[in-house]
């Protein structure tokens, strides 16, 4: 065949709207490639994988890559004019299933949205694509002696664009500097049916800065941000001590963060299995704290002071140096580091308010104690609020241990918001939990939605309309306690 010919077969086996589309994309970005659409459509939790792979309705036909905000505001009006589903997805890192595809239709690949536009070193201000991820902001940055006030441990895939729409709350910088609510100037955000809008923190359209922080994309994508950034510290000290007992490591933990002199840049706390699966060794006792102190080379050596008197009342031990810089090295890593120890990794994230933590290691001790391999890891987020990540490590030979471990987690999600806490990162997989659990909130989401989205073709099924049913996945839960317990005791 030659080449004109291949051209034309490839032209008629074109949609109309892929045809429509690459009127004003370039055509290598319009992808209908299923193994495109197959590396778009999973994330690191084991369920969308499932569901995009088995489930015809779930798997999108197109992934396609905007450019810039123009492309991106024509791209959704033709979803819009064709009533395609669009999936919104950055880097995909934030799992349960919050940037797979749920209705098919089209993923919009926001990574080639990477460009910063603006460094204002005077205003410490930059305008940037949303989809810039926030590793390559970093380094441009670097250029200004500039750097990002705040941003998650995955910083080297993740984009600004996926922190904005998780709510970006908790990671690096968070506690010392503020979170995305704080941060956050401005936003050029592009609504459904493609019309473009700058949202700013004095806007009095449908919608504010904060409707769109934790929208999970529900409302419509955010295409460009302008945000803080602070000056590039000049020294950068770390600290960590080991403790025999939990309530020591926690006030430890509690200690520093509360210190309104020196706040660390970022602050941990582990339970010693965490510490293996994610670094190979690990310090000698159960539990181990860990803070990043950045500022001025005084500050910061005030602050490694002050932990060290509060580690010595609280018989903390100090742990070796080369350890502490690792740790800190490869602070991008460690969570995706315990994936390597199982075959199927179970995690589930929660938001735990300072006064609750003990109560919630409690309950997850009792459930989990000797039951199956676990982990257990806390990041601390601004004044009064933690995401603590569990980690089951469970087999493929074994569903029952795999579903055993979910229904423990299931347990620990609906303890934690019966005492008024709730899960961090929500998603597809999550939501029906939102549902019971914060109506009120649901509902108002709702009503936004279907005045904005009334044919709801932006990544439904997040926040406000669930695909699990609370009931059936409660039924499930319960026959899996039963078998994981049967299992144990054979
Ligand atoms: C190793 C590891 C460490 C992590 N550390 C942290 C941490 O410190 N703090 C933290 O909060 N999270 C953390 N996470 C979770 C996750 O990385 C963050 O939530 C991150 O901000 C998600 O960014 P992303 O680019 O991967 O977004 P995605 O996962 O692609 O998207 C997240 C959500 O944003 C929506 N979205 C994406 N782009 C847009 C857009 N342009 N407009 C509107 N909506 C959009 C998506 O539809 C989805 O609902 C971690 C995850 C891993 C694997």
Redesign the pocket.
């Known amino acids: 065949m030659n080449e004109a010919k291949i051209d034309e077969k490839e032209e008629i086996g074109k949609t109309q709207f892929t045809k429509d589309v690459e009127e004003f994309m370039p055509s290598p970005h319009v992808s209908t490639d299923i193994y495109e659409i197959e590396a778009t459509s999973g994330d690191?939790s084991l369920l969308s994988k499932y569901h995009y792979k088995f489930k015809e309705e779930y798997r999108a036909t197109h992934v396609i890559r905007p450019g810039n905000t123009e492309e991106l505001s024509k791209l959704m009006q033709k979803c819009d004019e064709y009533s395609l589903p669009m999936?919104?997805?950055?880097?995909?890192?934030?799992c349960y299933s919050?940037?797979t595809p749920t209705k098919g239709g089209v993923i919009i690949d926001?990574r080639r949205m990477n460009k910063v536009h603006n460094i204002d070193k005077e205003k410490m201000v930059v305008k940037c694509d949303?989809?810039i991820s926030w590793q390559k902001l970093m380094e441009e940055l670097l250029e200004y002696g500039l750097a990002p006030k705040c941003y998650?441990?995955?910083y080297r895939?993740?984009?600004v664009?996926?922190?904005v729409?998780?709510s970006?709350?908790?990671?690096v910088g968070v506690l010392k500097n503020g979170s995305m609510k704080d941060i956050l100037r401005s936003i050029v955000f592009v609504k459904p049916d493609g019309s473009t809008e700058t949202i700013t923190r004095e806007s009095q359209g449908d919608l504010s800065l904060d409707d769109v922080i934790g929208s999970?994309?529900i409302f419509g994508?955010?295409a460009e941000v302008e945000m803080e950034v602070t000056s590039l510290k000049t020294s950068l000290e770390m600290v960590g001590y080991s403790f025999h007992t939990f309530k020591m490591a926690i006030e430890f933990f509690r200690t520093l963060k509360n210190s309104d002199a020196s706040k660390p840049l970022f602050l941990s706390l582990s339970d010693k299995h965490f510490e293996k699966y994610a670094h190979w060794t690990f310090p000698s006792r159960d539990y181990f704290v860990y803070a990043v102190y950045s500022d001025d080379p005084s500050a910061t050596s005030q602050s490694v002071s002050f932990a060290k008197e509060t580690a010595s009342k609280l018989d903390g031990l100090s742990v070796e140096e080369w350890y502490l810089k690792e740790k800190w090295r490869d602070m991008?890593d460690t969570?995706?580091n315990v994936g390597r120890w199982c075959e199927n990794l179970i995690f589930q994230e929660y938001m735990v308010s300072d006064g609750r933590i003990e109560d919630f290691y409690n309950f997850y001790t009792e459930t989990s104690k000797e039951k199956y391999r676990h982990a257990f890891y806390m990041?601390s987020g601004a004044k009064g609020e933690n995401?603590v990540k569990l980690f089951g490590l469970s087999n493929i030979k074994d569903s029952r241990e795999f579903f055993g471990i979910k229904a423990v987690f299931n347990d620990i999600t609906k303890n934690n918001y019966e005492n008024g806490d709730s899960l961090y990162?929500l998603?597809v997989v999550n939501t029906f939990y939102f549902l019971k659990y914060n109506p009120e909130k649901a509902a108002a989401l709702l009503a936004m939605k279907n005045k904005l989205d009334p044919k709801d073709l932006v990544?439904s099924y997040?926040l406000v309309k669930a695909k699990m049913r609370t009931w059936r996945m409660g039924l499930l839960f319960w026959i899996a306690k039963r078998l994981f317990k049967t299992m144990k005791t054979i």
């Open positions: 690191l999936t919104l997805r950055a880097a995909g890192t934030s919050a940037s926001f949303a989809g998650p441990t995955s895939a993740s984009c664009s996926g922190f729409a998780t970006g709350k908790v990671g999970f994309g994508a955010v991008a969570e995706l990041m995401r990162t998603g990544n997040r």
